[in-house]
């Protein structure tokens, strides 16, 4: 079993920074690839970046492509997401989420990932 917890999120100003961690615990933790998500009221959960444990290839989703960094650190076994430039539309609660084996399910679907965080709440204020 794989627990992951993320911290990091606040209230920030359109514009700030804020920087996103999540951290696995459980058995050996070495999954395939690792997504963040965000699901805000009334809006459905939608992918924002993934990026692949062993290569570190990543991808996002338009909008938040140059102002959003995903990476991970395999000694912690934790993945960030560094949020520059934020937007109120940026606020939402972000997940993290853990898709352990190759699969042909898109990087993009939340049915692709077998684990998932509780969330932690961005909120970006005009």
């Known amino acids: 079993q794989v627990q992951l917890v993320e911290s990091g999120g606040g209230l920030v100003q359109a514009g700030g920074s804020l920087r996103l961690s999540c951290t696995a615990s459980?058995?050996?933790?070495?999954?395939?690839?690792l997504g963040w998500f965000r699901q805000a009221p009334g809006k459905e959960r939608e992918f924002v970046a993934a990026?692949?444990?062993?290569?570190?290839?990543?991808a996002y989703r338009d909008s938040v492509k140059g102002r959003f960094t995903i990476s991970r650190d395999k000694a912690k076994n934790t993945v960030y997401l560094q949020m520059n430039s934020l937007k109120p539309e940026d606020t939402a609660v972000y997940y993290c989420?853990?898709?352990?084996?190759?699969?042909?399910?898109?990087?993009?679907?939340?049915?692709?990932?077998?684990?998932w965080g509780q969330g932690t709440q961005v909120t970006v204020s005009e």
């Open positions: 989420a853990a898709d352990v084996r190759p699969d042909s399910l898109s990087l993009y679907s939340t049915a692709s990932y077998d684990y």
């Open positions: 990026i692949y444990w062993s290569s570190g290839s990543s």
């Open positions: 459980g058995r050996t933790f070495s999954p395939w690839r």
